[in-house]
């Protein structure tokens, strides 16, 4: 076995600070991608609702501009934010913030309105280490919720049209009922210069993406564009000046090319995830995003650099029947994934809300997948013997169920389990198997096949569920509040519903945050 550690060793002294610069050179050589921007006070307008929906079913990506007062709440919540979560606070005791190290050196710093079961400190604990971010956080996200509810409604106005397979649902009230979850994330990039250099540091520079290429599994989310600080001496923030296609933000277009969004700081971008697609029937195809993010290099000299990042993921109201699950509702949905998260002992429960860049990955391994048939004289499972022999840690129900209704057989093919569910894996004549990846319950190619042969392989019927739900929430607060129950409007003239959604009726459950 090649010793990897040794051979970057050798090969450090000759790549040096090149390699980095190649790299940062290699990103930046990507096309900048102008993100169609929608005025906000005039959204609901003329032909505005129309071709909103043109470009959501183009590349899954817009962005709402001139919301009154957002472009200032951005500037401080962003650095009051980064201020809590980049300095202030002590992830080792402070359990509103937690802290993470990717594989190319950078760690990220989160402050999210759900921690899971970790949280046990309440927003009294907020105030007290980061006094003033509670207030200047609930003005922010109420600011949102209003766009959010906003662009739920301009839906309603098209010809778009959702249900879960059984009755419409209204895009307002589909969204302005949702589960949310807000997040900030604080990325510390690896400094610069001489310290950076050797093993760690060529490993770093191998690496293309902090946060590989993804799709979200949400609605959409709503994100700010980010800003970037050096942490001086003193341990206050100075600002640094970077380009709008400098965000670090890369997505891949509906044709497959990789480009560098141009993030506006007056502007809230919203990127579609996997939940329109896998949880609800809709009469148009709208493309989920795939994104991943690249950290900028910090300063030199051993200056820690800081890139502060805001999102708020839509998913599903509690009560929503999801599409292809039974009739299972959202909220249970998430509480099966609970009891899978706890089965294996993981203990970042708060990241569940997206694709990669969780500690959950979307592929949990390789498994091996089982073959079934209904036993003879036995009643079929409801939901087949492939899914429910084929699925691990869902329902304490499957394998007895399993056991009792189906014969099966272990298959040589190679499998992969995602999410839960043990799916074979594509024919690598027509992908290569490190383009394999897991999409929700689906392994799907990440480049174009080279045959016709079928993106997707699952095992049949369709699994109850298809992608991890979110952490249920305790009735404890956080560092702020859960409820999608717009606060009060955001100062001037913000369009709103034409009639407001009736208030979320329980506690609902959190995903885990996004990682962009």
């Known amino acids: 076995m090649v010793n990897v550690s040794s051979m970057l060793i050798g090969l450090s002294a000759a790549l040096g600070l090149a390699s980095a610069t190649q790299q940062a050179n290699s990103l930046s050589a990507l096309p900048t991608f102008d993100v169609p921007a929608f005025d906000y006070p005039s959204i609901a307008q003329g032909e505005n609702p129309a071709r909103l929906l043109q470009a959501l079913q183009t590349d899954g990506i817009i962005a709402l501009k001139n919301i009154p007062n957002y472009a200032n ?12 979560a980049g300095v202030t606070a002590n992830v080792d005791h402070d359990m509103f913030v937690s802290r993470k190290l990717f594989d190319d050196g950078t760690k990220r710093y989160t402050i999210s309105t759900n921690a899971g079961r970790e949280l046990s400190g309440s927003a009294m604990e907020v105030d007290t280490t980061c006094p003033g971010y509670r207030q200047l956080y609930e003005e922010f996200s109420q600011t949102l919720e209003h766009a959010v509810n906003t662009f739920g409604s301009t839906l309603d106005q098209t010809s778009f049209t959702a249900s879960d397979g059984q009755r419409s ?12 979850l807000d997040h900030f994330h604080a990325y510390e990039a690896v400094p610069s210069g001489p310290a950076s250099a050797g093993v760690d540091g060529i490993h770093r520079q191998l690496e293309e993406l902090s946060l590989p290429l993804h799709e979200d599994h949400g609605l959409f989310i709503a994100m700010s564009a980010p800003k970037f600080f050096d942490v001086g001496a003193d341990r206050r923030l100075v600002e640094r000046e970077l380009s709008e296609s400098a965000s ?23 990127m579609m995830g996997t939940g329109a697609s896998r949880w609800l029937q809709t009469s148009h195809s709208i493309p989920a995003v795939m994104h991943g993010m690249k950290m900028p290099e910090g300063s030199e000299n051993g200056v820690r650099s800081l890139r502060a990042w805001f999102g708020k993921m839509t998913l599903l109201p509690a009560y929503q029947r999801m599409l292809l699950s039974n009739g299972v509702s959202f909220e249970a949905h998430s509480n099966a994934t609970t009891r899978f998260l706890l089965a294996n002992q993981e203990d970042d429960l708060k990241t569940v809300g997206c694709a990669t860049g969780r500690r959950l990955m979307a592929s949990e391994g390789k498994c091996t997948l089982r073959v079934c048939k209904t036993k003879s004289g036995a009643s079929a499972p409801a939901e087949g013997c492939s899914t429910i022999c084929n699925r691990k840690n869902h329902s304490p129900d499957d394998e007895t169920n399993c056991t009792k209704s189906c014969d099966c057989s272990d298959s040589s093919s190679p499998a992969e389990r995602c999410w839960m569910l043990c799916v074979a894996n594509l024919d690598t004549n027509s992908c290569p198997s490190d383009k394999q990846t897991c999409t929700g319950q689906a392994i799907t190619c990440t480049v174009p096949l080279s045959t016709p042969a079928p993106v997707t392989t699952t095992p049949a019927p369709v699994p109850t569920t298809t992608q991890p739900g979110p952490v249920p929430t305790t009735t404890q607060p956080g560092p702020a509040p859960t409820t999608t129950q717009p606060g009060p409007a955001p100062s001037s003239t913000s369009p709103s519903p034409s009639s407001p959604g009736p208030a979320p009726t329980t506690t609902a459950p959190a995903p885990a945050h996004p990682t962009c």
Do not use: F, H, M, W
């Open 73 to 84: 709440l951005r500037e401080r919540y962003l650095r009051t934010a980064a201020e809590c």
């Open 169 to 180: 649902i209204s895009s307002r009230q589909l969204v302005s009922d949702a589960v949310r």
């Open 248 to 270: 670090g933000l890369v997505i891949q277009t509906a044709s497959g090319s990789r480009v560098r969004p141009v993030l506006k700081n007056d502007e809230v971008v919203i």
